[in-house]
């Protein structure tokens, strides 16, 4: 396994095993919150190297990210760690506004199988992965 710590900040089981098994492939480990205020706080008490979130948490909507989980994650985070929003809300706009508040990169679901590897090779920069 490698060094690198991965926070995911998703509600759904089946979403949260699907990216957690590509990632486990990849010889990466990644942690779990469920909700906005618990992924902040992960997000506090530990260093990240990538953080991957929905935007629809049981604490959040779409229009109260930027409030509730964007700009606390980018305060915490700082500007040198992506953050990706994993998301089913796949509207021009919604990337637009995602993009403008904080995250790195989107990606949406369900999620391309290559895209995702790729973009976490080029984010963490793995080359043999």
Not at 64 to 70: G, R, S
Not at 101 to 110: Q, V
Request: with cysteine; glycine share 2%; net charge negative.
């Amino acid at each position: 396994m490698s060094d690198y710590k991965i926070l995911y900040i998703e509600d759904n089981d089946d979403n949260f095993r699907l990216v957690a098994r590509i990632l486990l492939r990849m010889e990466l480990t990644v942690d779990r919150a469920e909700t906005a205020a618990s992924g902040i706080k992960m997000a506090q008490s530990n260093h990240y190297d990538l953080i991957l979130t929905d935007i629809l948490l049981p604490d959040n909507t779409l229009r109260e990210a930027h409030i509730n989980l964007l700009q606390p994650l980018r305060q915490q985070i700082g500007p040198s760690i992506p953050l990706v929003a994993i998301t089913a809300h796949a509207f021009h706009f919604d990337k637009d506004f995602l993009l403008a508040n904080g995250c790195n990169y989107y990606l949406a679901k369900p999620i391309n199988l290559h895209e995702f590897q790729n973009l976490i090779k080029e984010l963490l920069l793995l080359e043999a992965l």
